[in-house]
């Protein structure tokens, strides 16, 4: 029996998806920026797709920007902010449990005269709002927080932190990969003003995201070229992907709120807890975390064995063997989870498809694995 519990990794791509983008497949098939019979109907499914991610983010069509997945959403936050500025010594904030796609273009940044402060986290996995506010500098150009941790899944104080960068005149992007679509993601309640969503993390396909860029905010584009994206990104138009993407996030609006994965996974954890009783830990926060996202630890074993053990079970770990030595995630150091902890650790991500079925016979394999 293969159970698949990595939905933080990635999603199947919905029928309903699926049908729309089938539907784009037969037509329309003109260039979206042209002028004439073909492209009219390119464009106006561009457009659609737009209003529907932006009826999820709950932002203007304008404000979104089409992108090839989060990764070029989170540099283009990054980076577009970083040369629009063009300040002599820009100061970036972000932590130390972020995604690589936005650590990396930190470090790329330093390297062309940027000063990166790394918040560090509690145990929990969350940023003090106050900690953040003390490393506001006048130089501060931008803070980069993300909303909820991908291995973890706690989630970020994003209302509080949105304050402190309002009250300082500072830009705030949020990298919402692992939260589009699980918990509420409007835009105006978080308060930023750049957010990031990758489509293949809420059963969209993979190859296409999304940047909300806050009416107002201007960013250098990564990609130069024609006027596409308002400007903001150059490239024709993938509509069979962007069609994909809106379809997913039309979609989403049915699942939030949805307490079913939540009970599942509280399910999951109460199992956990009386089969291995003081031989099982949470890694994240109890509560403010995501409703899908099971983190756990089994001290004193190794994620990996475990995981390999559980033939047919897909998950994720939160180390890594390298010659024989056991390296702890960044997320799972910057939490200070200790090495004989963390090196045990597994993250159980469930997804739509998951059922009470497939959560006991994972428990019963792991009681067979580690009794």
Same mark, same amino acid.
Request: glycine share 10%.
């Given at each position: 029996? !293969?159970?698949?519990?990595?939905?933080?990794?990635?999603?199947? &791509?919905?029928? @309903?998806?699926?049908?729309?983008?089938?539907?784009?497949?037969?037509?329309?098939?003109?260039?979206?920026?042209?002028?004439?019979? *073909?492209? /009219?109907? =390119?464009?106006?499914?561009?457009?659609?797709?737009?209003?529907?991610? =932006?009826?999820?983010?709950?932002?203007?069509?304008?404000?979104?920007?089409?992108?090839?997945?989060?990764?070029?959403?989170?540099?283009?936050?990054?980076?577009?902010?970083?040369? *629009?500025?063009?300040?002599?010594?820009?100061?970036?904030?972000?932590?130390?449990?972020?995604?690589?796609?936005?650590?990396?273009?930190? !470090?790329?940044?330093?390297?062309?005269?940027? /000063?990166?402060? #790394?918040?560090?986290?509690?145990?929990?996995? +969350?940023?003090?709002?106050?900690?953040?506010?003390? *490393?506001?500098?006048?130089?501060?150009?931008?803070?980069?927080?993300?909303? *909820?941790?991908?291995?973890?899944?706690?989630?970020?104080?994003?209302?509080?932190?949105?304050?402190?960068?309002?009250?300082?005149?500072?830009?705030?992007?949020?990298?919402?990969?692992?939260?589009?679509? /699980?918990?509420?993601?409007?835009?105006?309640?978080?308060?930023?003003?750049?957010?990031?969503?990758?489509?293949?993390?809420? #059963?969209?396909?993979?190859?296409?995201?999304?940047? #909300?860029?806050?009416?107002?905010?201007?960013?250098?584009?990564?990609?130069?070229?024609?006027?596409?994206?308002?400007?903001?990104?150059?490239?024709?138009?993938? $509509?069979?992907?962007?069609?994909?993407?809106? =379809?997913?996030?039309?979609?989403?609006?049915?699942?939030?709120?949805? !307490?079913?994965?939540?009970?599942?996974?509280?399910?999951?954890? +109460?199992?956990?807890?009386?089969?291995?009783?003081?031989?099982?830990?949470?890694?994240?926060?109890?509560?403010?975390?995501?409703?899908? %996202?099971?983190?756990?630890?089994?001290?004193?074993? &190794?994620?990996?064995?475990?995981?390999?053990?559980?033939?047919?079970?897909?998950?994720? %770990?939160?180390?890594?063997?390298?010659?024989?030595?056991?390296?702890?995630?960044?997320?799972?150091?910057?939490?200070?989870?200790?090495? @004989?902890?963390?090196?045990?650790?597994?993250?159980?991500?469930?997804? !739509?498809?998951?059922?009470?079925? @497939?959560?006991?016979?994972? $428990?019963?394999?792991?009681?067979?694995?580690?009794?």
């Amino acid at each position: 029996m !293969r159970i698949y519990l990595d939905f933080n990794a990635s999603t199947p &791509v919905a029928p @309903e998806v699926a049908g729309a983008m089938q539907a784009v497949l037969e037509a329309p098939f003109g260039n979206p920026s042209s002028d004439h019979w *073909a492209g /009219k109907p =390119a464009r106006d499914a561009v457009q659609k797709a737009r209003t529907q991610v =932006a009826g999820l983010l709950g932002c203007d069509a304008g404000e979104v920007v089409f992108t090839s997945g989060g990764s070029e959403a989170n540099n283009h936050a990054l980076k577009g902010i970083f040369f *629009a500025k063009a300040t002599a010594h820009p100061h970036i904030i972000t932590t130390q449990v972020e995604h690589p796609a936005v650590i990396n273009p930190c !470090r790329f940044l330093e390297r062309l005269g940027a /000063k990166v402060t #790394y918040l560090p986290v509690d145990a929990l996995g +969350r940023v003090d709002p106050e900690e953040l506010r003390r *490393a506001v500098t006048p130089a501060t150009i931008l803070i980069s927080v993300m909303h *909820a941790n991908n291995e973890v899944g706690t989630i970020q104080p994003i209302a509080d932190i949105s304050r402190i960068a309002r009250e300082h005149g500072i830009v705030f992007h949020t990298d919402a990969a692992q939260s589009v679509g /699980k918990i509420p993601t409007k835009v105006r309640e978080l308060g930023v003003d750049l957010l990031s969503v990758a489509g293949h993390k809420l #059963y969209g396909p993979k190859g296409v995201g999304a940047l #909300y860029v806050r009416a107002g905010i201007q960013l250098e584009p990564l990609i130069h070229g024609a006027g596409h994206e308002s400007g903001r990104r150059a490239g024709t138009e993938n $509509v069979l992907l962007d069609v994909g993407l809106g =379809a997913a996030c039309e979609l989403a609006h049915s699942w939030i709120g949805r !307490r079913s994965i939540q009970e599942l996974r509280d399910l999951f954890w +109460r199992q956990l807890t009386e089969e291995f009783d003081g031989d099982v830990a949470l890694n994240g926060h109890p509560t403010d975390r995501l409703p899908n %996202t099971l983190s756990v630890s089994f001290p004193g074993k &190794v994620g990996t064995e475990i995981l390999h053990a559980l033939d047919g079970v897909a998950a994720s %770990t939160g180390s890594a063997c390298h010659s024989g030595s056991i390296e702890l995630s960044p997320v799972l150091k910057a939490m200070r989870i200790p090495p @004989e902890t963390g090196m045990g650790a597994i993250r159980f991500s469930l997804g !739509r498809t998951t059922t009470q079925e @497939e959560i006991e016979a994972v $428990v019963k394999r792991l009681k067979a694995i580690l009794d």
